[in-house]
């Protein structure tokens, strides 16, 4: 199967500064990125989708500009996490896809970023 | 509204004891169902995807049917390595994005 990566596995911040998470595709393109947060022992939540070179698509209830979003190519997006508060520290999971003859492929996700804020 | 829910949310079997975790949704336009096993502290890994109704899929212990309003995940003479939260979703619209279910936590005993 495809494999994503995330870049950092976890990381430790101070409560106002800014963290970025990197997902990767490492072995197709991927035309959209979605970017989910986890909680302790609930379910995968939906925050955005990205697309490659276009304004990310951001779930009702998630703060766009604090939750910064970049596509750059079909390999890599980006989330920083700007002004990062406790309340914000959570599991971080991207997941890619591609869309191939008008269908959507399976979607495979990355590893996840755990993100503490102190 | 679309929604997933999943149960039981937790399960304990023995070692070699077949059991069913069960997918019900509610969604306007299913474009297809998937099926995701993850570990603590990681990502979900994918398992299976469902388009129709009356589809099935294997893979090893695991099988996969779907009907319209549901989705079975059978697991067959289950192994301790296969504990694991096992997550349900649905994909809707055009924009390929998922709704999840609750997941169920599944405990194998040796």
């Known amino acids: 199967g495809a494999v994503v990566s995330q870049h950092p596995s976890w990381v430790i911040c101070k409560s106002g500064t800014s963290v970025k998470i990197e997902c990767r595709s490492l072995d197709f393109q991927a035309t959209t990125m979605f970017w989910y947060r986890q909680f302790p022992k609930q379910s995968l939540m939906l925050m955005a989708t990205?697309?490659?070179?276009?304004?990310?698509?951001?779930e009702q209830g998630v703060e766009k500009d604090k939750f910064l979003i970049n596509h750059a190519s079909l390999t890599l997006s980006t989330l920083t996490v700007t002004s990062a508060h406790p309340e914000d520290s959570s599991f971080y999971i991207c997941s890619a896809t591609g869309l191939a003859g008008g269908s959507w492929d399976e979607q495979y996700f990355g590893p996840g970023t755990r993100l503490t804020v102190t | 509204e679309d929604q997933v829910t999943q149960s039981p949310e937790a399960l304990r079997l023995q070692e070699g004891e077949s059991s069913s975790l069960n997918c019900s949704y509610t969604v306007s336009g299913l474009r297809g169902l998937f099926w995701y096993r993850q570990d603590p502290g990681k990502g979900p890994e994918f398992l299976f995807t469902l388009y129709s109704a009356g589809e099935e899929k294997e893979k090893e212990r695991l099988k996969a049917t779907l009907t319209k309003k549901e989705s079975f995940l059978h697991i067959t003479a289950p192994k301790p390595e296969d504990s694991a939260t096992y997550l349900c979703a649905v994909q809707v619209g055009n924009t390929g994005k998922l709704i999840f279910g609750q997941g169920t936590t599944l405990q194998v005993k040796p």
């Open positions: 990205s697309n490659e070179g276009s304004k990310a698509t951001y």
